[in-house]
């Protein structure tokens, strides 16, 4: 299974911004819906927010206003901009591509993001 490649998580205090990246695999990416997932420990993955290859894009309401999520086609990257980070937002993020041909997918390592008080 092709894993994808992600970047940028880390400890942040509550208020600060971090951009995850993640590079997608190139050859499926332009008919692909990128997404970044998050996860606790005891509970199941959820979605943070999605983004179509017509730069149309989905948010969960608890991250509305402070996340922002884009995508390069010619990097074949997809990014969170996540500002205003508050402790309840630490959690595991993965990065999520899912193919509009065959739906098929393909996910990232997961990175850690831990924001403190």
């Known amino acids: 299974q092709v894993q994808l490649v992600e970047s940028g998580g880390g400890l942040v205090q509550a208020g600060g911004s971090l951009r995850l990246s993640c590079v997608g695999a190139?050859?499926?990416?332009?008919?692909?819906?990128m997404g970044w997932y998050r996860q606790v420990p005891g509970k199941e993955r959820e979605l943070v927010a999605k983004i179509s290859s017509g730069a149309n894009s989905n948010y969960a309401d608890f991250v509305k206003g402070r996340f922002t999520i884009s995508r390069d086609n010619a990097k074949s990257t997809v990014y969170l901009q996540m500002n205003s980070l508050k402790p309840e937002d630490t959690a595991v993020y993965y990065c999520n591509q899912h193919s509009t041909v065959g739906n098929g997918d393909f996910w990232g390592q997961g990175m850690q993001v831990t924001v403190s008080s």
């Open positions: 190139k050859s499926s990416f332009m008919i692909s819906i």
